[in-house]
């Protein structure tokens, strides 16, 4: 019975606080990918490169910062123009979908969750965002209508005591 009870305060306080599972990436680590990619290109191995700006994309649509976020959904969606292998596009489309996600955009991270559960169903990653987006859609939703019936209270009272002033 406590168990059940830790669960529903524990599940309450994550409504509230709209925690999730997703991990953020402090600026110390974006520069550093952001070195490694210039190291790489200065090397001019292409495969490094590859590898590095990668990492970059995941640092940048991880972090707290907006810019960021923006800067690398727009590097990932720049590499998803050139062909490659199902798995890398998969990854790619992930961290687009995290990205989506940071930007506020649920409906198209949700798109990009599915569209990895297609090209590998059972992955663990994808399954968590998809329910992350889902749970947050629903919470937005819940509190859209709480704003709404507080405001449509609000104002069917403001009536109620203009027509009682009136008599």
């Known amino acids: 019975m406590d168990a059940k009870i830790s669960q529903f305060f524990d599940s309450v306080g ?15 680590v974006i520069a550093g990918c952001e ?7 200065d090397g001019g191995n292409e495969e490094l490169k590859k590898e590095t700006i990668m990492r970059l994309s995941w640092a940048l649509v991880h972090s ?8 690398g959904i727009a590097m990932l969606e720049a590499s998803l123009a050139n062909s490659s292998p199902p798995l890398q596009d998969r990854e790619k489309l992930y961290l687009l979908a995290v990205g989506y996600y940071r930007t506020g955009d649920y ?3 949700r798109q990009l969750a599915e569209r990895c559960l297609e090209i590998q169903p059972d992955w663990r990653q994808a399954l968590v965002l998809k329910k992350t987006v889902e749970d947050k859609i629903a919470k937005d939703g819940v509190i859209g209508i709480g704003i709404t019936a507080t405001a449509v209270g609000l104002i069917a009272g403001g009536i109620a005591a203009a027509l009682a002033r009136k008599k």
């Open 107 to 109: 409906s198209r991270s």
């Open 64 to 71: 707290r910062q907006a810019e960021d976020v923006q800067r």
């Open 35 to 41: 070195r490694e990619v210039q190291e790489a290109t």
């Open 14 to 28: 994550s409504f509230f606080s709209g925690g999730d599972k997703i991990p953020w990436c402090e600026r110390d």
